[in-house]
């Protein structure tokens, strides 16, 4: 696609997540990466919000990537995961403590 008709894109909003998959991809993971790092270092609810706000945001990058088409892209999300997971696991008290480790196990596993 040329450069002239990316901007013309752009600039009548004919562009989507579909037209630049791996970049939309990268930017979730990036947000996730940056709201994760941001809730080991907040306290109180905040931090533990900030971190399934990350989860979310892994998740939605995980929808970018398949083990066919982009492995290694598709097992650092499922990684990413993991670490998302096992904070909020050690954070977590009771049932859903366990249920976030349990889920970073298969996400670890699957990576």
Known sequence: ?????????????QISKEDFTSEWGEVKLLIGYTKYELGKRVEGPAGPRL???AL??????ET???PA??????????NSLGV???????R???SEGLKYLNEAVVAYGAA
């Open 1 to 13: 696609m040329a450069y002239g008709e990316i901007e013309q894109r752009f600039e009548t909003r």
């Open 51 to 53: 971190l399934r706000e």
């Open 56 to 61: 979310a945001a892994v998740h939605e990058a």
């Open 64 to 66: 970018f990537y398949t």
């Open 69 to 78: 088409q982009l492995p290694e892209d598709w097992a650092m999300t499922q």
């Open 84 to 90: 998302v997971l096992s904070d909020l696991g050690q």
């Open 92 to 94: 977590g008290e009771g």
